[in-house]
Nanobody
Framework: QVQLVESGGGSVQAGGSLRLSCAAF????????MGWFRQAPGKEREGVAA???????RYADSVKGRFTISTDNAKNTLYLQMDNLKPEDTAMYYC?????????????????WGQGTQVTVSS
């Protein structure tokens, strides 16, 4: 059974940083890709960053140059380093995984989801 557990959310002021973690359990690692998504109140869930096991990485335009996705394959953990945070980054952040290669930012292409971790950025 696949389980994804996020941590690292919190409240910061604009310009600050946070690092999200996603521990993955039950995945067959050799052919998975994972991503970070977020959903603000009243808005649709959107892709933020994704990475696959072959090294392909993709970012949403809104976070390029500020967010960095990385993986620790030995620990089965996905990270999202978020720097220079803005109030518009405020959202619930979700980790997701799928059995496919390619760094997709499409919500519909992911089968497994974590429960989310809240990020709040104040101005």
């Amino acid at each position: 059974q696949v389980q994804l557990v996020e941590s690292g959310g919190g409240s910061v002021q604009a310009g600050g940083s946070l690092r999200l973690s996603c521990a993955a359990f039950g995945l067959i690692n050799s052919w998975t890709s994972m991503g970070w998504f977020r959903q603000a109140p009243g808005k649709e869930r959107e892709g933020v960053a994704a990475a696959d096991r072959s090294g392909i990485i993709r970012y949403a335009d809104s976070v390029k140059g500020r967010f960095t996705i990385s993986t620790d394959n030995a620990k089965n953990t996905l990270y999202l380093q978020m720097d220079n945070l803005k109030p518009e980054d405020t959202a619930m952040y979700y980790c997701a995984a799928r059995y496919a290669l390619g760094a997709s930012l499409l919500v519909s292409e992911y089968a497994y989801w974590g429960q989310g971790t809240q990020v709040t950025v104040s101005s």
